[in-house]
């Protein structure tokens, strides 16, 4: 029998550095990146392109049968299609993280793109980040990491990704925008982004890319042979 797949998720809020450390795994084990966050963006898109409130859960539980996404590897990561688009910086604007946020609470749109994501931890070797990655996507993942940071800290690291990305935008619009955020993904009633309880909770707030690796290298080899 094919041995089972190796799953590692790392879940934590925004800014908190997930995909920078997942990229980073991912090459240094030879495993495939998926960036779930990337497909609540991709419905954010398609909501924000149809004119429909964030906020209507009907109005973005009807856009559903409209919508096929797919997700195909290239690179040793994950890359989403929206009917046949390329998913790419389109879904790094504020606006759009605002519709992720939102539309991620629908339970009907969590469920729309479940299998997609297990569908793909049970064909690849991964290392998948988001939310509720070691909580409900993949519960028996063998490692599971809660990456976390204050808010001003991971507001700032944010704050220089949309300033080299060309968005004019101040702390204070980050900071009240991530907090708004957190609060918003950690209260909702499905799937909420808290750890699960056999996560390792990892603390980067002082810690930069390096050391982040570093500390999440050591909580892997613990648990794993690889
Ligand atoms: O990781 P991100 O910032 O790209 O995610 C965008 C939004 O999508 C985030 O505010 C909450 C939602 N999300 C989620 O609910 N579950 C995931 N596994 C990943 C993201």
Not at 61 to 89: A, C
Not at 108 to 137: F, H, P, S
Not at 138 to 166: D, Y
């Amino acid at each position: 029998m094919r041995r089972k797949r190796l799953n590692i998720a790392i879940d934590g809020p925004s800014g908190s550095g997930k995909s920078t450390l997942a990229k980073l795994l991912a090459k240094k084990y030879n495993l495939i990146y998926i960036d779930t966050g990337a497909i609540y963006r991709t419905i954010g898109l398609y909501a924000m392109r149809a004119g429909v409130d964030r906020t209507d859960t009907e109005g973005v539980i009807s856009l559903l049968p409209h919508m096929k996404i797919e997700m195909t590897l290239e690179n040793g990561g994950g890359v989403v299609w929206l009917n046949g688009e390329r998913m790419g910086d389109e879904l790094r604007t504020p606006e759009c993280s605002l519709y992720a946020s939102d539309v991620s609470k629908i339970p009907a749109v969590r469920e729309y793109i479940l299998e997609l994501q297990r569908g793909i931890a049970r064909r690849n070797d991964c290392v998948m980040d988001g939310r509720d990655i070691g909580t409900v996507i993949l519960p028996k993942a063998q490692v599971k990491i809660f990456l976390f940071a204050s808010v001003e800290k991971r507001a700032e690291r944010r704050l220089i990704e949309l300033r080299e990305k060309g968005e004019d935008v101040t702390l204070e619009q980050v900071l009240e925008d991530m907090r708004w955020r957190d609060e918003n993904d950690k209260t909702r009633k499905i799937a909420p982004a808290i750890p699960a309880p056999d996560a390792v909770m990892l603390d980067n707030g002082g810690l930069g890319i390096e050391a982040t690796l570093d500390a999440a290298s050591e909580i892997i080899e613990s648990k794993v042979k690889i």
